[in-house]
Antibody, heavy 118, light 110 residues
Framework: QVQLVQSGAEVKKPGAPVKVSCKASGYTFTSNKMHWVRQAPGQGLEWMGM????????TYAQNLRGRVAMARDTSTSTFYMELSSLRSEDTAVYYCARDDTKWAIDYWGQGTLVTVSS | QSALTQPPSVSGSPGQSVTISCTGTSSDVGSYNHVSWYQQSPGTAPKLMIY???NRPSGVPDRFSGSKSGNTASLTISGLQAEDEADYYC??????????FGGGTKLTVL
């Protein structure tokens, strides 16, 4: 069965970077792109970007370009999302979410809470 | 890329039908049939309910249906049940090869 297991909660100071991991299992790692989606407390979903594990190409949301970087490690079937220059507005639950190849997302990680506070 | 526009809330009584709209632009909803809908209950990850405008994944009740006209997509839930109470989000692929979510709609079953 498909599983996406994310790293644990983080508390960061403003200006610091954060790196969240997402270990995929139960399917062929290179067959499906991976999205990253975040949700601030009490707010809606925000698409951050996606990575194609076959080759590593990325596409980022315009408002995050320059601050976000997505990567993958095919040897460990793990995806990474790094967000730099953190601000209080970046406090959110961050999800990795698998593209189902039919222009939708079929599996989600459990979410990682990132809190930005001085 | 601005978020797609959804009504903040809708409500209905058990057995009734409700429709949630999702309005975008010619750069997203209007350009592709790549519209999907997600249901999210408090404290849980979203769940895919509809993909490619009007397709239901296996296991999703046929009470859930989707449609699209121009720049607006819609999710209709018929025969409302208490368990349908949740937040619903639309999503679309865009001409910039990015994706965009709607702001979300809270469905209350009265």
């Amino acid at each position: 069965q498909v599983q996406l297991v994310q790293s644990g909660a983080e508390v960061k100071k403003p200006g610091a970077p954060v790196k969240v991991s997402c270990k995929a299992s139960g399917y062929t790692f290179t067959s499906n792109k991976m999205h990253w989606v975040r949700q601030a407390p009490g707010q809606g979903l925000e698409w951050m970007g996606m990575i194609n594990p076959s080759g590593g190409s990325t596409t980022y949301a315009q408002n995050l370009r320059g601050r976000v970087a997505m990567a993958r490690d095919t040897s460990t079937s793990t995806f990474y999302m790094e967000l730099s220059s953190l601000r209080s507005e970046d406090t959110a639950v961050y999800y990795c979410a698998r593209d189902d190849t039919k222009w939708a997302i079929d599996y989600w990680g459990q979410g990682t809470l990132v809190t930005v506070s001085s | 890329q601005s978020a797609l526009t959804q009504p903040p809330s809708v409500s209905g009584s058990p057995g009734q039908s409700v429709t949630i709209s999702c309005t975008g632009t010619s750069s997203d909803v209007g350009s592709y049939n790549h519209v999907s809908w997600y249901q999210q209950s408090p404290g849980t990850a979203p769940k895919l309910m509809i993909y490619e405008v009007n397709n239901r994944p296996s296991g999703v009740p046929d009470r859930f249906s989707g449609s699209k006209s121009g720049n607006t997509a819609s999710l209709t839930i018929s025969g409302l049940q208490a368990e349908d109470e949740a937040d619903y989000y639309c999503n679309s692929f865009t001409t910039s090869s990015t994706w965009v979510f709607g702001g979300g709609t809270k469905l209350t079953v009265l």
